[in-house]
């Protein structure tokens, strides 16, 4: 069993930054696929990006350019770190941990973005 825990969520003003933090247990932790989702209200849960066990990163096409996924494998945690954020961006943020042939969830974490 694997426990991911999300943390960092806040509220920020339009064109602010924000960093989420993912911590998962385990010793194998270098080798998990981490994945951010988010899910607005009254909205399906979509998908933010991910990163390899090798540190390749995607991202969906409404964050490219904007958020990054990095990783710290002695802390086992991966971050997501937003900038330019927008309204639309407010959401439950959630890890998502891939290990082996089973996936594990967070919590999540709120974040909204409001003046």
């Known amino acids: 069993q694997v426990q991911v825990v999300e943390s960092g969520g806040d509220l920020v003003q339009p064109g602010g930054s924000l960093r989420l933090s993912c911590a998962a247990s385990?010793?194998?932790?270098?080798?998990?696929?981490m994945a951010w989702y988010r899910q607005a209200p009254g909205k399906e849960r979509e998908w933010v990006g991910f990163i390899s066990g090798g540190g390749n990163t995607n991202y969906a096409d409404s964050v490219k350019g904007r958020f990054t996924i990095a990783r710290d494998n002695a802390k086992n945690t991966v971050y997501l770190q937003m900038t330019s954020l927008k309204p639309e961006d407010t959401a439950v943020y959630y890890c998502?941990?891939?290990?082996?042939?089973?996936?594990?969830w967070g919590q999540g974490t709120q974040v909204t973005v409001s003046s």
């Open positions: 385990g010793s194998g932790f270098s080798i998990y696929v």
């Open positions: 998502r941990a891939v290990v082996g042939g089973s996936i594990y």
